[in-house]
């Protein structure tokens, strides 16, 4: 299996990035629907600094509530806080924390790379801004397995994804699929429809 090198802690820079933006957001992008079903950009941002704010008893006991179902657990804890805190802050718990170590269990540096762009793109895509560059995408993308494909309900049998942006492919099919990074990864976790 080929090794792929450890990314560099890329995490701050989506965050400062991100910060920026919201930092000059108008109420209404701010309730502007986003890329996850039924999430605003507020439920997003709530859900992206959830960890900052939440400490580990009250995590596992929401968890628990939820019949230990994360994407349920994450969906009510969003919308509570949503409701709870300002848009300003909402923005303030993801500048105070753009350095913050936090890693999803099991998913060490990359996963919280990952957690960054994917649902930094979730935001900037609905609002027309810039998305995180190439190379950064690559640095994801280049770390998803079949469990992570398979998370979003992704099947790349018979293709063959090819960035034409950066040295990247996904798939081994027979099937060639031109795409830009940025498309590839919303095609990959279900943002946008993958092409047949």
């Given at each position: ?29 701010w309730a502007e629907p986003s890329l996850c ?80 762009v994917i649902h930094g793109f979730d935001i ?73």
């Amino acid at each position: 299996m080929r090794r792929h090198p450890r990314p560099r802690r890329s995490q701050p820079i989506e965050r400062h990035a991100l910060a920026g933006l919201l930092a000059q957001a108008s109420p209404d992008q701010w309730a502007e629907p986003s890329l996850c079903d039924g999430w605003r950009v507020r439920e997003v941002v709530a859900h992206i600094t959830m960890s900052y704010r939440i400490s580990m008893p009250r995590f596992l006991f929401g968890l628990a509530r939820s019949g230990f179902k994360f994407n349920s657990y994450s969906d009510q804890q969003a919308r509570a806080d949503a409701t709870r805190l300002t848009d300003a802050q909402l923005l303030a718990s993801l500048q105070d924390n753009i350095e913050h170590p936090w890693r999803p269990p099991g998913g060490g540096q990359v996963g919280a790379l990952s957690h960054d762009v994917i649902h930094g793109f979730d935001i900037t895509e609905p609002l027309g801004w810039p998305a995180a560059p190439p190379e950064r995408i690559k640095l994801v993308l280049e770390h998803a397995g079949k469990k992570n494909l398979a998370f979003f309900g992704t099947d790349l049998t018979g293709k063959r994804l090819i960035a034409d942006d950066v040295d990247l492919t996904l798939g081994d099919g027979p099937r060639e699929i031109r795409m830009t990074a940025r498309e590839m990864l919303l095609a990959v976790t279900g943002r946008a429809p993958l092409p047949s």
